[in-house]
DNA sequence: AGTCAAAGGTATCCAATGGATACTGATAGC
DNA sequence: GCTATCAGTATCCATTGGATACCTTTGACT
């Protein structure tokens, strides 16, 4: 694992690796993930633990996190039906790089609006200025 | 300790943490960032490192990140125009988690290509036998 | 003088995605 | 029968993303 020659680069549009670092970043799987990081949970826990999530939304997501290897499906054979999602080994090596992140957006939220804020009223003021 | 009463939780859906969460998942934000942790770039740069970008949707992610403090916008007075980007202090906080996300996706990109073939050959043999 | 090129964007239009809402199918309990 | 539960689909519409063309300023070139 030399740093020099990564074979694998995320700035590359062709290389696979970008993909799957957006399948990360997309809005639904990474919470997923997380949700997942205490165990199996079932369809409909889900959609209550990942608010507000429409179901359609969220069968897609977890398709495509099945797809990947990173989560598992299970079916019970029962009325009324149950199914279980569970991380992979695979899913569960994520969960250290997300916890890294949430903690640093959690960690970051008042310096953020803050300069949300100070932004939104310096193209305020911009506005009122120029209509002057 | 039960985690229903966190300070700031991504899974709630009124939390700021959340938005700032899903900015970083952004498909172009996060790449953005990584490509100015090594120092400010101008506009056209960005567009040419961070490919394929179209100069709409990055004119748009670059002024998110500005609105949130992550990075600088810079115009200089020359002709032509050069406006440069750059990291802010908080903005070079988020290269580190970035960056394990970035070895996290770089070290499993055959293991998630395997299981997409698999899955994928599963779906298509599904596929043939309901057919038959 | 006219024309071209460079940089950093907008403007416009169309396709893809996301989301709200309603519905399905199997069965157990009332 | 009627209803409730669960795990989704189906359908439709709003928002977003993306491709492409265009704009502005000024220096260099012809």
């Known amino acids: 694992m030399e740093p020099k020659d990564l074979p694998a680069n995320i700035l590359d549009p062709n290389c696979p690796?970008?993909?799957i670092f957006q399948r990360i970043g997309d809005k639904w799987a990474s919470l997923v993930i997380?949700?997942?990081g205490d165990g199996p949970v079932r369809f409909s826990e889900l959609r209550k633990m990942v608010s507000v999530v429409t179901p359609k939304v969220l069968t897609q997501t977890l398709r495509a996190l099945?797809?990947?290897?990173l989560i598992t499906r299970t079916v019970h054979a029962q009325v009324p039906p149950r199914v279980d999602y569970e991380l992979t080994a695979v899913g569960e090596s994520l969960l250290q790089p997300l916890s890294m992140l949430r903690e640093w957006a959690e960690s970051h939220v008042p310096t953020i609006l803050e300069a949300r804020d100070a932004y939104d009223d310096a193209q305020d003021e911009a506005l009122l200025g120029s209509s002057n």
């Open 17 to 19: 690796s970008r993909v």
């Open 66 to 69: 099945e797809r990947d290897g």
């Open 34 to 36: 997380q949700v997942l």
